[in-house]
């Protein structure tokens, strides 16, 4: 048994190490030319450089306009975050500590938000934000970002929250807290692993939207990250390595995020697995 069971933990390491290999070789090799000047990049994509070129992140920067892109990026992540984890926790700690009439139609509906292809919605969230006057406006990115997210936002946060001893609001209340007060002074502190896990996991989406940037916002001066790239890519098409400096700077921001929240992403996930 011992033997079948460190063969098991073996090759699931291995399967694990092969996996994470393949998901970081294209980003090692982005980064690496990155730092190549164009010369060395066509002789070889696949070999270090001689020189790290910084040049080509100021470069890239310019060429790209991303100093606008980068702003409107940060606006539009850090809003919809903020409005989807404050909603979302509201929400779940309402639904996980009181009981009312409707709260499992209610906690269905958005569970059913979860199932809903978001690009199927494009379309029709494209006429509401039309009616609203709100069209390349960054609002009709926050919105949407925010309606999106609830769903998953609400399902991790409840199933964590659910588990919490009902000793909590009692001494709360013995103290003379209010329903908001033990929410904000009691809850939401012991409630920080899976908020981080939320909130890792709504800015990777909302960093990294394409679509609805794309067909909501047509002016230059609210267009976020990935649309600028996809910009960059058609301008510089023949510098290859601006490209890569631009991706790399498109990156950072996210491995800052998973690093800073990684070991609350992964206690939190687990909890609210186990827990919900």
Do not use: C
Not at 52 to 74: D, G, H, I, R, T
Request: hydrophobic share 55%.
């Amino acid at each position: 048994m011992r033997k079948k069971s460190g063969l098991l933990t073996f090759l699931t390491y291995l399967l694990l190490s092969a996996f994470a290999i393949i998901n970081i070789f294209p980003l090692f090799w982005m980064v690496v030319d990155s730092f190549k000047t164009e010369q060395e990049y066509a002789q070889s994509p696949f070999s270090l450089p001689t020189v790290l070129q910084f040049s080509n992140y100021a470069k890239a920067w310019e060429v790209a306009n991303m100093n606008v892109y980068f702003l409107n990026s940060v606006i539009i992540t850090f809003a919809s975050l903020i409005l989807t984890v404050l909603l979302g926790a509201l929400a779940a700690y309402f639904l996980s500590r009181f009981q009312f009439k409707l709260r499992g139609f209610t906690y269905g509906l958005f569970l059913l938000g979860m199932i809903v292809p978001i690009h199927a919605t494009l379309i029709p969230i494209f006429i509401i934000m039309q009616k609203l006057h709100l069209l390349d406006t960054r609002w009709s990115l926050i919105l949407p970002y925010t309606a999106f997210h609830l769903s998953l936002t609400i399902f991790i946060l409840e199933g964590f929250m659910k588990g919490f001893p009902k000793d909590l609001e009692e001494s709360g209340v013995m103290d003379g807290a209010g329903v908001f007060r033990i929410f904000w002074s009691i809850i939401l502190p012991i409630t920080r692993p899976a908020m981080a896990t939320v909130v890792i996991l709504n800015f990777i989406y909302n960093w990294n939207e394409y679509l609805f940037a794309l067909v909501l916002i047509n002016s230059s001066d609210l267009k976020t990250l990935p649309l600028g790239l996809a910009n960059f890519v058609g301008i510089e098409t023949a510098s290859l390595t601006l490209q890569m400096a631009a991706l790399t700077i498109a990156l950072i921001p996210i491995l800052i995020f998973y690093l800073l929240l990684q070991k609350q992403l992964v206690n939190g996930m687990t909890a609210g697995s186990v827990k919900g």
